[in-house]
């Protein structure tokens, strides 16, 4: 055995004996009620998402068998770009593997000092996903952090910088995962503006919940965010993200971005399938609405047992602990009823802020969110 090997082995050790230790959970479908999963709108099993992975299957085979910029371009993902850019009011979109993947490759590519000439000042939100933190260090920026969803502060760090001519980029999520709260985007767009930055939004968790048609929070300021990036793994119900952008951005991407050049394509059953769940969006307004009002009674009766949920007013619901390990006993005497929630820990959360969290999707049913209660308040 490789000596060094032990070195991971300690580190291990390390984790566990500070109540940090990951394990993958046991497999899922076991649940009374699942509230650890991402499926906002249960589109992972609606029958004509299915139908349209079936059907591409049967015409494309499994895989795109290669780059988009070699074998994989298939018609069927500049179909789904157009879609995704008319409905996001963009010039143009790109679809790529994975949100981690688009985070980390097409932020890196867009803040490269070498191509801007000049080290750009990049100002972003203390609670931003790993994915972001990926993205600056590989391109090697130093962040200007603002406090959370702080746009106060953001004005007073952009104002500080307001004569250098070094190029400005503003980075957040639009609704925040772990924290079930939303930032201001149209106040975003109107400083972005103002200093002449580029504003890149992370819509991973506002993709078909939120914002005009079910489109994100970006949707609705037509046009005026100009990278808005999000998911197709949350609650479209399957993988692979997108950009909407400039034709610029896009083509600038497409000769720069490592993460659209040496990646294989989505395969083309995903494609098919996330652009019949995007199509279905708007027909869901419903679903949407009885989302967020099972997350506000939720946290109604939380707040009544004395819980504390953050900052949280969408469909993400922490319950904030502060302890690791109690946030480790507490999902686990959950699951052991049957009820799967996340213990979310630092540094996925800053520290003293461990968590259980709870994402609501419109297939939950009131017994389950009776059930989920009744355990929290034993628990
Ligand atoms: C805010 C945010 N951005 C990006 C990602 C990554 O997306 P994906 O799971 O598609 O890689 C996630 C998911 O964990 C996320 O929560």
Redesign the pocket.
Known sequence: MTAFLSSYADHVADLAARGLHRRLPPPSGQWLADFSSNDYLGLSRHPEVLAAARDAVAQYGTGATGSRLLSGNLDLYEAFEARIAQDKHAESALILG???QT?ATVLAALINAKVLGAEPLVFTDRLN?A?LHHAFKVAEVRQIRFRHADLTHLTELLDKHAHSDQPKFIVA?SVF?MDGDCIDVAGLVSLAQAHQAMLYL?E??ATGVLGERGYGLTADQGGRVDVAMG?F?KALGG?G?YIACKQVVKDYLINTCTGFIYSTALSPMVVAAMHKAWTLLPALDAERQRLQAMAADVRTRLHAMGLDTGLSTTHIVPVILGDERRTLQARDQLQARGINVSAVRPPTVPPNTARLRMAFGSHHTPEQIDALIEALRDV
Request: glycine share 14%.
């Open positions: 994975s949100g981690y985070n996903h994915s999520e995962g992370d991973a968790h998911t793994s993988s993200a």
